[in-house]
């Protein structure tokens, strides 16, 4: 065999895979994916439906109910003045001692539709401080 000439050698088969278009291929998609991830998780703004919803159930007691005004402001029905703006540390700290006495009065908040909502969040977050487990919100029924 080696005395052949070089036109008759017989060349082995070669059982390799050419990986090099897989790796391009696979860099080109992650990097695709790492470009369009972000655009995937911004929001957009959409116009939510009107539905009805079912009222809670009757309570004896009356629940804990923080109010935000149309100017920011907020207020507390259990507070000594329920027509009085009051004080979001005050909220808390009148919360706290309501909720240690009764923890299983109902905590709700109720909020302007033209407040802004991260007011409405900042009172539902002093709430959960101040020992409520839930917070619920207040809206009104859609006729």
Do not use: W
Request: no cysteine; hydrophobic share 45%.
């Amino acid at each position: 065999m080696q005395n052949e000439p070089l036109q008759y050698r017989r060349r082995k088969l070669m059982a390799d895979i050419n990986v090099v278009p897989y790796i391009d291929v696979m860099l080109v998609l992650l990097i695709i994916f790492m470009v369009t991830a972000p655009l995937l998780q911004q929001g957009i703004k959409v116009d939510l439906p009107k539905t009805t919803s079912k009222p809670l159930p009757a309570i004896s007691e009356e629940p804990i109910i923080v109010s935000v005004d149309a100017k920011g402001l907020y207020y507390l029905n259990l507070a000594e003045d329920s027509e009085k703006p009051i004080s979001l540390k005050q909220v808390e700290k009148t919360v706290n001692i309501v909720l240690r006495k009764k923890p299983d009065l109902p905590v709700l908040v109720r909020g302007d539709r033209k407040v802004d909502y991260g007011l409405v969040v900042n009172a539902m977050s002093v709430l959960q401080r101040a020992g409520a487990p839930n917070v619920g919100l207040i809206t009104d029924l859609d006729q």
